[in-house]
């Protein structure tokens, strides 16, 4: 089992930034692939970004490339998504999900869920 809980959303100006937070529980964290997704209101789930477990391979929505870096610390069990150049819409709920199996921009396959963080680009 891997818990998952996000912070530092919030509300930005367009252009500034803002850094996400995935803590996760369990001990075979550095195990999992880690990823951002994101939803905003009336929309469907999207990828942002993810990571494989070794950190050493990354991917990104091309709606975030170049201005949003995922990275990940596996000895304090975190994945970060650092978001600069942020825009109105960016403006949508941040979910982390862990999957066991491949990284992967499919909801589907991943196995574990955060609760979300707001993130609101007011512009």
């Known amino acids: 089992q891997v818990q998952l809980v996000e912070s530092g959303g919030g509300l930005v100006q367009a252009g500034g930034s803002l850094r996400l937070s995935c803590a996760a529980s369990g001990r075979t964290f550095s195990s999992y692939a880690m990823a951002w997704f994101r939803q905003a209101p009336g929309k469907e789930r999207e990828f942002v970004a993810g990571?494989?477990?070794?950190?050493?391979?990354?991917y990104y929505a091309d709606t975030v490339k170049g201005r949003f870096t995922i990275s990940r610390d596996n000895a304090k069990n975190t994945v970060y998504l650092q978001m600069n150049s942020l825009k109105p819409e960016d403006t949508a709920v941040y979910y982390c999900a862990a999957s066991s199996g491949l990284m992967s921009i499919n909801a589907d396959i991943y196995d574990y869920w955060g609760q979300g963080t707001q993130v609101t680009v007011s512009s």
């Open positions: 990571i494989r477990w070794s950190g050493g391979s990354t």
